[in-house]
């Protein structure tokens, strides 16, 4: 596996140079009361959206995060789990795992309550993870999957599946794109590294997760990532939009008739009631909006009902709701 060796030779690099133009985050930097993120960490933010979700880390989680840049994510998690080992950082570039230890001394300098003990590094492969099995809450990553090809990248969600307790998290975020790029492109061992030529579609992408044999998904934000012109790309007939995809994978059993993934549609019943029961465990009250998985919304068009509204798809979806 080259491309992998490429990989993880780009990234020595830029641990030991930090490049702050190689990734375009579109998420903010989410900041709380008493974290300062040390000036390296932010230059070192190598990722395309954000996994760090506060809902998502409750009851001092031990949470797992695989790829691990500088450690501003990592440092952004240990605030939600203060206990020795309670972060778990592995990446397969020993540069940057030295990078981002320097740069934990220099945040525990300025935040008092953090302690380089909450977080633990450790060298390793997200195709074999060194993390026993059904043994963390949250395992996370940021723009690294897309590098994988697609029989790599089943392999990583199957480690992540496997290190997960039941009802675990995955928190992912990577760029998607709307077309199957030329091979000239996939093939192209320095633009993968780049988080650019290695994108799945978004079909494929949440087929693999449900495939991985997590029941419910959660798309929770999908912004323009970044633009491939033809002037740059000869291969490409037009532009072709990249979009950075958030995305929560919950390790819940998948249903007979399918997974649960949440878009953002919502179903609203408007009909002379007081309420509407479906008849399979929704119960929508009249006027008010429900949120809905998709594979529940096309039941509800599929009655074709004159009182029943299904909206499109938004993705950004933060919670509730029934499946």
Same mark, same amino acid.
């Given at each position: 596996?080259?491309?992998l ?8 690099? +830029? +641990?030991?140079?930090?490049?702050? #133009? ?7 930097v989410w900041?709380f009361? #008493? *974290? ?16 760090v979700?506060?809902?998502?880390l ?12 500088g450690?501003?994510e990592l ?20 540069e940057?795992?030295?990078a981002?230890?320097? /740069?934990?001394i220099?945040a525990?300098?300025?935040n ?5 003990? &909450? @977080?633990?590094?450790?060298?390793g492969?997200?195709? /074999?993870?060194?993390i026993?099995?059904?043994? @963390?809450d949250?395992a +996370? ?5 897309n ?17 997960? %307790?039941?009802?675990?998290? *995955?928190?992912?975020?990577?760029? @998607? ?8 492109? %996939?093939d192209?061992e ?7 030529? #290695? =994108?799945? =579609?978004?079909? $494929? ?8 044999g ?5 798309i929770? +934000?999908?912004r323009? &990532?970044?633009?491939l012109?033809?002037k ?11 979009? $950075?995809?958030e995305?929560?994978?919950? %390790? ?14 919502a ?6 009631n007081?309420?509407f029961?479906?008849?399979?465990g929704?119960?929508?009250?009249r006027d008010?909006p429900?949120s809905?998985?998709? %594979? ?6 599929s009655?074709?009902?004159k009182?029943?509204?299904?909206t499109? $798809? =938004?993705?950004f979806?933060?919670?509730g709701?029934c499946?």
């Amino acid at each position: 596996m080259s491309y992998l060796k490429t990989t993880n030779d780009f990234y020595k690099k +830029a +641990a030991e140079t930090p490049d702050v #133009g190689l990734c375009c985050t579109t998420s903010p930097v989410w900041l709380f009361p #008493g *974290l300062n993120i040390p000036k390296k960490m932010l230059e070192m933010n190598y990722g395309c959206g954000a996994t760090v979700h506060h809902r998502d880390l409750t009851n001092n989680p031990t949470v797992l995060y695989v790829g691990v840049g500088g450690g501003m994510e990592l440092l952004q998690f240990s605030y939600f789990s203060r206990k020795p080992g309670g972060v778990i950082g592995v990446d397969t570039v020993p540069e940057m795992l030295s990078a981002s230890r320097e /740069n934990f001394i220099e945040a525990e300098k300025t935040n008092d309550w953090f302690r380089n003990e &909450y @977080v633990r590094l450790v060298e390793g492969d997200a195709l /074999n993870l060194p993390i026993e099995d059904e043994s @963390v809450d949250v395992a +996370a990553q940021n723009c690294l999957f897309n590098i994988f090809k697609l029989d790599d990248l089943k392999s990583a969600l199957s480690e992540m599946y496997r290190v997960l %307790k039941p009802h675990g998290r *995955l928190v992912m975020s990577d760029p @998607v794109t709307p077309e199957i790029l030329p091979d000239s492109l %996939k093939d192209d061992e320095t633009l993968r590294a780049m988080c650019v030529s #290695g =994108t799945q =579609t978004y079909d $494929s992408y949440i087929g693999a997760l449900v495939e991985a044999g997590f029941g419910t998904i959660e798309i929770r +934000a999908k912004r323009p &990532y970044r633009l491939l012109d033809p002037k740059r790309y000869a291969e490409l007939p037009h532009p072709v939009l990249l979009e $950075s995809l958030e995305v929560a994978a919950i %390790k819940d059993p998948v249903l007979p008739d399918g997974a649960c993934v949440f878009t953002g549609k919502a179903a609203i019943y408007f009909g002379e009631n007081e309420n509407f029961d479906d008849g399979a465990g929704h119960l929508m009250q009249r006027d008010m909006p429900l949120s809905v998985c998709d %594979k529940t919304a096309a039941k509800l068009e599929s009655l074709n009902r004159k009182d029943i509204m299904v909206t499109p $798809s =938004t993705f950004f979806y933060d919670g509730g709701g029934c499946c």
